[in-house]
């Protein structure tokens, strides 16, 4: 994690990092003005209120109140060196508390990352450099030897070179990436999550059978999610760069409207027509950028290769994001490599979701044949011996498609979790397989797996498949247990160069009879591309081109983000629009509009039907007001400051909305309910004192957002890359 230091007055200091800050200062002693805890201080009570957290975490988990739990922690100095310390933490414990639980939570204790980070002793690398801003790259030490030259299956470098390769790449961009957690439950399968450290929203994980391949993996991530603007899929660009000479890329083509809104002639072509526009229900409005919401310049396009003939078809940018999400795209050491990657994970995708929503049972893998990989063996064994049931099936449907799965039961919760994953090898689809169900997940994380069921309308449910996507967790059938299996096991391979197994995959396409649309993405200097298959490799249903498209944002994002300066006019189309959309309630803002708040402030947790309430208090509708409110204190997850506005307001609301009633006869109880500071902001929202409570004033502008501007800066330096690639052709 990075925190950046800010010098204030005297002695003052603010730590910033993700969405927080710290304010540290030192006692009037020592020259400070003692108006916050000295750094020191800070770390001191970083350790015990670790240790809190893992008490309360095993006590939420046995439903186990800690009410009567205290904690305390004194530090022990050694009078002949005071930087030699010991911490003692003392934990009051019920007398009624049984002696497993007791002995449980000293368990926990011994768990706290803070304690456990001071006991090995952490390294400290003092350094300058000429900026901060300039320091990127990655910050890693590899646990290979310094000549080592590591090969792995289906990659066309060694692994050490593709590291050092993708992290140079990444410094000449001006990216600074940073790791943020590691994962090694079982040998020979790790996971890692990796992020940019001035822009923490931009993150990828990696998976694989050591330190140096996870990490290799995520790198590779993050440079097909750069290469294909995936981090920014769903986020606006601002004003600056929405207005550049290219938004997304230099070789983009814009579009104008036909008449009636239709689709312009040159966009998609027949195949891509018949399957998203059957029955010329689209139109070029639904197909407006929301990354620039340009209205005016139309639809923003961006140029695919069409397999088949090498015509260019271009494919509007809010198909490919509202459809495909991150499905199909890919980096590798060379293009061959990426493209055979991206084949991959569409098959393994695609295969999964049939299996799941035909609910078939597949075969499982012989034991002789999992032994021939030692490796992958070792993970399963000591899942097994975890009390996890393991099971590997052959997901290839008779060897048709390069497709394994590895499920995993937790008895202790009847849940379970089906993994995939595809390559035209066995041995690389069966390790997929099994790292990619632990990826960044803990034993304890295991118990929060779904239970399989007969329902087969819960599973065949469009969001179950979107569940599957995203991180596996969806519901599985019964079905998919059954001995009585589908298919018969095969024990298939393609064994050849990644232009081959390129070929190989392409092949099954063609027999399916699906075209295939290749975009070549290698202006940030590395070999990424994005393949899309319509009608195959969606995420997402088509109609939501129509009925869910994310440019609903551009009906409302210019005026909730102009929320203070709006008349009463402006205000009531704005609450009129958000009633007619019928877009749930509890939809939240920040994503409604594609902007990054931060999650802490009451923007972050702004919902649709808060920010109703928020507008019809401007407006005096009180009763429309109070309508909602019962909902917002009920089921609304927000903070509890922000709750008790609201039950202070909904009070308040009843009052003024009975005639015999005087709010001012109820002030002073009110008052000591709700607390002085409550009261004077609810009677300001009532009378017009106070507009939005609680809403800092933004605008189009974007001002005092600096985590969505954090995200924008990120982007810009992929834009810079790319015009000054575009400036040298």
């Given at each position: ?93 019920p007398e009624d508390m049984s002696k497993s639980h007791r002995e449980g939570i000293l368990r926990s204790i011994e768990r706290c990352t803070v304690k456990r980070v001071v006991q090995e002793s952490p390294n400290f690398v003092i350094e300058t450099v000429s900026s901060l801003a300039k ?52 040998p020979n399968v790790w996971s890692v999550h990796i992020r940019d450290a001035a822009s923490p929203m931009c993150f990828t994980n990696g998976k694989g059978a050591s330190r140096d391949s ?516």
């Open positions: 994690m990075e925190i950046n230091v800010k010098f204030l007055e005297n002695l003052r200091l603010e730590a910033k990092f993700d969405d927080f800050s710290l304010i540290a200062d030192q006692p009037i002693r020592y020259k400070g003005d003692g108006s916050a805890p000295g750094p020191f201080d800070y770390f001191l009570a970083s350790s015990v209120l670790c240790a809190a957290y893992f008490v309360r975490v095993y006590c939420i988990d046995r439903n186990i109140p800690t009410d009567d739990i205290r904690l305390s922690q004194n530090n022990i100095i050694d009078p002949e060196n005071r930087y030699k310390q010991t911490f003692q933490i003392q934990v009051a414990l320091d990127s790259g990655l910050v890693y030490e590899s646990e290979s030897a310094p000549d080592a030259s590591t090969e792995l299956l289906g990659k066309d470098l060694p692994l050490e070179q593709t590291i050092a390769n993708m992290t140079d790449l990444l410094s000449s961009i001006g990216i600074k990436i940073e790791i943020s957690s590691w994962r090694n439950i079982v996870a990490i290799c993996s995520a790198l590779g991530e993050y440079l097909e999610r750069a290469s294909c603007n995936f981090f920014y899929n769903d986020h606006f660009f601002g004003e600056d760069i929405s207005s550049r000479d290219f938004v997304h890329y230099p070789n983009e083509k814009w579009f104008k409207a036909g008449p009636n809104d239709d689709l312009p002639e040159g966009l998609m072509d027949e195949t891509c027509l018949e399957i998203y526009n059957p029955e010329n229900e689209l139109k070029s409005s639904n197909l407006i950028d929301a990354n620039s919401g340009q209205v005016e310049r139309g639809i923003c396009a961006l140029p695919f290769e069409r397999h088949s003939d090498k015509k260019t078809v271009y494919i509007p940018a809010n198909l490919i994001g509202n459809l495909f999400v991150s499905n199909g795209m890919s980096a590798g050491n060379t293009l061959n490599e990426a493209k055979v990657q991206c084949l991959s994970e569409i098959f393994e995708r695609a295969v999964k979701k049939q299996i799941i929503e035909e609910e078939l049972s597949l075969p499982d893998v012989p034991q002789e044949i999992i032994e021939k990989f030692p490796s992958i063996l070792a993970g399963i064994t000591e899942l097994e011996s975890r009390g996890f049931p393991v099971l590997v099936k052959d997901a290839s449907l008779g060897g048709q498609f390069p497709v394994m799965c590895v499920t995993l039961m937790n008895p202790k919760t009847g849940g379970v979790f089906a993994s995939f994953g595809a390559h035209p090898k066995f041995e690389v689809a069966l390790e997929r397989s099994l790292t990619e169900l632990l990826q960044g997940r803990s034993f304890e994380g295991l118990n929060d797996l779904p239970a399989p069921t007969f329902n087969s309308m819960a599973v065949t449910e469009p969001n179950n498949f979107v569940e599957h996507f995203i991180d596996s967790s969806g519901i599985i059938s019964w079905r998919f247990f059954s001995d009585k299996n589908d298919y018969d096991f095969c024990e298939w391979n393609f064994d050849g160069t990644t232009e081959q197994e390129n070929d190989y995959l392409m092949n099954i396409l063609h027999e399916l009879d699906k075209e295939v649309y290749i975009s070549i993405h290698e202006d940030l200097g590395a070999k990424a591309c994005r393949i899309l298959v319509p009608d195959y490799s969606e995420i997402y249903p088509i109609e939501d081109l129509i009925w869910d498209n994310s440019n609903k944002a551009l009906a409302f994002r210019e005026d909730i983000l102009n929320l203070h300066s709006l008349d009463d006019e402006a205000l009531t189309e704005l609450v009129e629009r958000l009633e007619e959309s019928q877009l749930d309630n509890y939809t939240l803002i920040s994503g409604l509009i594609g902007i990054e708040f931060d999650e802490n402030t009451p923007w972050g947790k702004l919902d649709i039907g808060e920010l109703k309430i928020l507008c019809y208090l401007a407006l005096k509708q009180y009763e429309n007001a109070n309508e909602l409110i019962f909902d917002f204190i009920n089921f609304n997850d927000n903070t509890t400051a922000r709750r008790l506005f609201y039950q202070a307001l909904n009070a308040a609301l009843d009052v003024t909305l009975d005639e015999e009633e005087e709010l001012s006869d109820y002030l002073s109880n009110m008052s000591r309910m709700y607390g002085t500071e409550n009261m004077a902001s609810v009677v300001g929202s009532i009378n017009g004192d106070v507009r939005f409570h609680g809403l800092t004033k933004t605008s189009m502008k974007l001002e005092g957002l600096d985590k969505h501007h954090r995200l924008i800066e990120s982007y810009d330096k992929l834009h810079q890359a790319r015009t000054r690639i575009a400036n040298k052709l």
